[in-house]
């Protein structure tokens, strides 16, 4: 008989899983009014996310599929790693609007994500596919390596973009005033 975490659990995994699903499904296939695929990859291009077409299929497979293993509890630490780590992305862009979402803040990806980390330490509980298969994608070392890596990963990829806005803003040369001009 399932505990009263278990059952805890099993609410937040489902509701933060399916949450995260129709993310990744807007984004890469335009489901539950979603943009799709060209327009995430224009939008995110814009954002300075280089290539944008590789970045909305990552990023939107990462919200898809992490958010389907943490919905059915299976390699729990992955999904919440692979959860989170988007998150703490998509937190870094929303963060020059502040905390609350209603004004484009990063409120929202940050309780994702830090929901997906929780349950990643936490476990998946005994109504899972981790427990139905002995825990075998859910080992301790996993948690330390795929949680350990959420900060690297991230900021790798918030560097890169800021590399690419800080690229973009530099005038060419063509764009330059020469000293004739003056």
Sequence with gaps: MP???????????VGVGATLVAHGAQKLFGWFDGPGLQATAD???????????????????AELGGGVLLAVGLATPVAGATAAGTMVVASAV????????????????????????????????RVSLDHL???????PWMKVLALGA?????????????KALGAAAVPTPAETPSSTDA
């Excluded at 298969?133 to 080992?139: E, K, L, Y």
């Excluded at 959420?150 to 800021?162: E, H």
């Design 3 to 13: 505990s009263s975490r278990d059952l805890g659990v099993l609410l937040v995994r």
């Design 43 to 61: 939008g995110f291009d814009a954002l300075g996310f280089h290539p944008g077409r590789g970045n909305a299929i990552a990023a939107g497979a």
């Design 94 to 125: 929303h963060g020059p609007n502040g905390f609350f979402a209603q004004k484009g803040g990063f409120e929202y990806s940050a309780i994702l994500g830090l929901t997906a980390v929780a349950v990643g330490l936490a476990g998946p509980g």
């Design 133 to 139: 298969t002995g825990d075998v994608f859910n080992r």
């Design 150 to 162: 959420i900060a690297p990963a991230s900021m790798f990829i918030i560097a890169q973009r800021r």
